[in-house]
């Protein structure tokens, strides 16, 4: 659904640099949820935000990746000193109720990242 | 652990052909069903759920899909493909009770030949 907005569409960034991924989640909406796609790969859960808030960061890996879900703004996936492992799609979606409510998330376009 | 299992990574077909995409899913308890496509550049669209009721459920653009519970399958159809179907089909699960994310198959990728 068009409603969820991620922006860059596409990011180079080289080893050793900083990703940051932003979502914009549909009007009304408070629950975020960033997946990546690696190649070959179905989606994997990362995390589970609400506003100001993380709910589930059970797919996260430990080191270098961070989210965050402000009171005003989109939501911020950032990854530290990236490596070529990185290099995924990350999508984020969006929905209105949370959780084992979730009844529908609407996902974005999705951001390719490239690390070379 | 959950887990989806998409039996076919890829499918060709030609238009007109019937299309039958399998997917199982491993988990005891109960689940809502999803299956989504992403359209090559395009973000994954819902194309049908199935949260409880009668087992045949009918989505978007001809598609439908049939849970089995005792199989713990889900498998989407469509009698007839058209080459504007050519897209990644995903099989998603999310139980309804202690989970708060969904869980993706690998994903299917149906190329139609006009």
């Known amino acids: 659904n068009a409603g969820v907005m991620q922006n860059p569409r596409h990011l180079v960034r080289r080893r050793g640099q900083e990703a940051r991924l932003r979502c914009s989640p549909m009007k009304g909406h408070s629950h975020v949820y960033w997946y990546r796609q690696l190649p070959e790969e179905g989606l994997k859960f990362m995390v589970y935000l609400q506003k100001e808030n993380i709910i589930d960061e059970s797919g996260m890996p430990k080191e270098r990746f961070s989210a965050e879900f402000p009171k005003e703004g989109p939501s911020i996936l950032r990854i530290q000193q990236v490596v070529r492992g990185d290099s995924a799609a990350y999508f984020c979606a969006s929905s209105r109720m949370g959780g084992t409510m979730n009844t529908e998330a609407f996902f974005g376009q999705g951001t390719r990242l490239t690390v070379v | 652990a959950q887990s989806v299992s998409q039996h076919n990574h890829h499918v060709i077909l030609s238009e007109a052909a019937s299309l039958e995409l399998g997917c199982n899913y491993s988990y005891g308890g109960t689940v809502n069903l999803f299956w989504y496509v992403q359209y090559p550049g395009q973000h994954l669209q819902l194309l049908l759920k199935y949260f409880s009721g009668d087992p045949l459920v009918k989505g978007i653009k001809g598609f439908e899909a049939e849970f089995i519970k005792s199989k713990f399958s889900f498998n989407l159809r469509k009698p007839s493909v058209q080459w504007s179907d050519t897209a990644e089909y995903f099989c998603?699960?999310?139980?309804?009770?202690?989970?708060?994310?969904?869980?993706f198959g690998t994903g299917t990728r149906l190329t139609v030949i006009p």
């Open positions: 998603a699960v999310i139980p309804i009770t202690g989970a708060n994310n969904l869980f």
